[in-house]
């Protein structure tokens, strides 16, 4: 069962954004980690500048990055992670990986890898820096993008980054950026975003698209009312968003979670008719955005145990 579930009674056009508590979980470890990590760190040896980007002067802002998640993930899971820290001298133990890392703080040269390109390496979260007014993307680590990747967005100021805007999400877009310029430091907020796949492969950054286009093409006449649910996998992006105290860049953090529907039904009651009463109030537009359009119908029908509609 997904650990999420963000579809209520319709399709939701406001932002979702949430007080992240001390109750929420800053960084998730599910019993998917250790092959996410290992699925992260191949995708990072083969292409290293594709998966990891940053601006020369990002130093700073990482560092922060390293501080906060460490931290984070040695108090959430004690019997897992640990950190030791004598001055700069820093000691990282993790028992999932067997790994264990000495660095100083501060120093880059003392990591094999740039700060955060380190630290994404201990986590299966996507890492995103944004930095200044209009908030630029500057540095990141994207293994599991959904459709886009660091290549085409990095620079890029926020408004650019989702351009272009469907009108449909532009007053949400507009409050989106708002958030970004006032988000204070020590104030996280995070929110949900979802979409319905035709595979549950991790990585669909943008190199993948023509090849998941091929397989959805490949899939579609298999597809029908009856098993449209044994197809088709909920994709799931928390998002977090936190500003750093010292560099005053945000960092975005996505966890990408996946089920097949028909697991997610079987598992969660009433998920089917939420799922359906989302996706039938979601503007043409937005279903045609985010791909689901070509087994829109085949879907809505099997939600609705098989009543055909056109
Ligand atoms: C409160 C903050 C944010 C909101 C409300 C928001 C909202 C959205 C929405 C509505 C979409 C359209 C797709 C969909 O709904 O499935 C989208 C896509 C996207 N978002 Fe955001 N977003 C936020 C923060 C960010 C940040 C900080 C980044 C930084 C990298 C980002 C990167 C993207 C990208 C790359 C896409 C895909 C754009 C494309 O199709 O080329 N978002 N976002």
Not at 68 to 81: E, G, M, Q, R, V
Not at 139 to 156: H, I, P, R, V, Y
């Amino acid at each position: 069962m997904l650990p999420y579930f963000p579809f209520g009674q319709q399709f939701n056009d406001k932002m979702g954004t949430m007080p992240l508590t001390n109750r929420d979980r800053f960084i998730d470890v599910d019993d998917h980690y250790q092959s996410e990590v290992a699925l992260k760190r191949q995708l990072l040896q083969e292409l290293p500048a594709y998966y990891f980007q940053s601006a020369p002067v990002q130093d700073l802002a990482q560092w922060e990055v390293v501080d906060l998640i460490l931290n984070n993930l040695a108090s959430a899971y004690p019997d897992t992670f640990r950190l030791q820290c004598e001055g700069d001298q820093w000691l990282w133990q993790n028992s999932l990986l067997n790994e264990e890392t000495s660095f100083t703080f501060g120093d880059s040269a003392t990591l094999p890898y740039a700060p955060l390109d380190w630290v994404g390496r201990q986590l299966q979260e996507d890492l995103l820096l944004l930095s200044g007014d209009s908030a630029n993307l500057v540095a990141g680590q994207l293994c599991f993008g959904n459709g886009w990747s660091l290549d085409e967005k990095m620079g890029l100021p926020f408004w650019e980054i989702h351009a272009p805007i469907n009108p449909i999400v532009e007053p949400m877009m507009r409050s989106a950026q708002k958030l970004m310029e006032r988000l204070p430091a020590g104030k996280p907020i995070w929110r949900l975003n979802w979409s319905i796949k035709a595979s549950d492969q991790l990585d669909m950054t943008s190199r993948h698209t023509p090849a998941l286009n091929q397989h959805l093409n490949d899939c579609l006449p298999d597809i029908n009312a009856e098993n449209a649910g044994d197809h088709l996998f909920i994709r799931i992006e928390r998002q977090i968003l936190s500003r750093l105290r010292e560099s005053k860049a945000i960092l975005f953090s996505i966890h990408t979670y996946q089920n097949l529907v028909s697991r997610e039904r079987s598992e969660r009651p009433q998920s089917a008719s939420l799922i359906s009463q989302v996706l039938r109030t979601t503007p043409e537009a937005m279903l045609a955005y985010k791909g689901i359009t070509p087994y829109f119908n085949h879907l809505i029908n099997y939600l609705n145990t098989g009543t055909i509609t056109n």
